[in-house]
């Protein structure tokens, strides 16, 4: 079996030819037999073997870089390297102090923020060799206090707050008051310490309206305060809130335009620690904002105010006394 199967690989690496040749004239030669053509004798059958022709394959060449080059390379890689440590090491080293409200607000030394006045915080910059992943990681700011690190990487807390007009009646009375989102006390605003709020504000009364962010630590352009700190937002008008979240407690927030808070333009402000933090345990956390309703115009309660005319409250209240007897207003104050 192996012979055979040697033969046959023998077989297919040879090519054989056959042709018909004269014996007396070799030049003769045809394809087909027959006879020659000179002498008339019978051509001969031949059977030729021709071996294939291998080529000889082309060393490579193999180039040999000179090896002084490469130490050379590699001793200014090394050099390089140790230079841009030695320069990270310095950055690292050297404290920095900003503003966690501005950052672009930069100290060299401690002290106070000169646009509002907060204490700038030292800003830790944890870097990594350049030379071994080339990428840098974001700076975080550091608590001058105890109590840990302040960063602001939090996520972005969206609202959108619309204002409209509604008819409410608490005394047996319909009076004009404002709803947002459909409330009459505003909806609670929840946001984490480290948040970033985006609130959007969307004006669809007939007359101009603004919220105050009332205790809260912001950029001033966004304190909420018409014609003082942010322009007011007219009517069919969106205005964005955006601050970042510094603090953390329960706040407020109101209108600060034409008395509007007196008429429904409030809410409550949740700003809750951030993770790691410690909190105190409670079962539930219900906020509870506080406030009375008049049917009277704000306007006119502002007025009597001013005025020191607050006998008619009094007498309202049932809590004024004239000559010894408690008045009654539906029967002893004269109507105007």
């Not at 929840?190 to 912001?218: P, R």
């Not at 005025?307 to 049932?318: E, I, R």
Request: net charge positive; hydrophobic share 30%.
């Amino acid at each position: 079996m192996f012979l055979v199967l040697l033969l046959s690989v023998f077989t297919f690496a040879q090519t054989t030819k056959t042709y018909y040749t004269c014996p007396m004239h070799p030049e003769v030669v045809s394809s087909k037999p027959g006879e020659c053509p000179k002498c008339k004798m019978t051509l001969v059958k031949k059977t030729v073997v021709t071996k294939p022709v291998v080529k000889p394959t082309p060393k490579a060449e193999t180039k040999t870089k000179p090896v002084e080059a490469k130490i050379n390379k590699s001793k200014t890689d090394i050099k390089k390297a140790e230079e841009t440590k030695k320069v990270n090491t310095a950055a690292q080293s050297k404290s920095t102090y900003t503003c966690p409200m501005h950052p672009e607000v930069i100290s060299d030394k401690p002290g106070k923020c000169p646009k509002c006045g907060m204490e700038l915080v030292e800003k830790e910059s944890h870097q990594h060799n350049a030379v071994e992943d080339g990428k840098e990681e974001k700076s975080v700011l550091k608590r001058n206090s105890e109590n840990g690190k302040v960063t602001f990487g939090g996520k972005t807390v969206r609202y959108d707050l619309y204002v409209k007009d509604t008819i409410v009646n608490f005394t047996g009375k319909n009076r004009r008051a404002l709803a947002i989102n459909g409330k009459l006390q505003a909806p609670t605003l929840y946001f984490t310490e480290g948040d970033t709020a985006e609130i959007y504000l969307h004006n669809m009364l007939k007359e101009n309206t603004g919220l105050h962010w009332h205790g809260v630590i912001l950029p001033n352009e966004h304190d909420g305060v018409p014609y003082l700190t942010t322009k007011p937002v007219k009517p069919g008008e969106t205005h964005l809130y955006k601050f970042k979240i510094s603090q953390n407690g329960t706040y407020w927030y109101h209108s600060h335009e034409a008395l509007q808070e007196q008429i429904g333009m409030n809410g409550i402000l949740v700003f809750k620690k951030r993770e790691g933090e410690p909190k105190t345990g409670y079962n539930a956390e219900i906020p509870v904002l506080l406030g009375d309703w008049s049917d009277d115009d704000p306007m006119q309660i502002a007025r009597r105010l001013h005025m020191a005319n607050t006998d008619w409250y009094a007498v309202k209240k049932m809590q004024c006394r004239v000559t010894g007897k408690r008045l009654n207003p539906e029967t002893s104050v004269p109507r105007h």
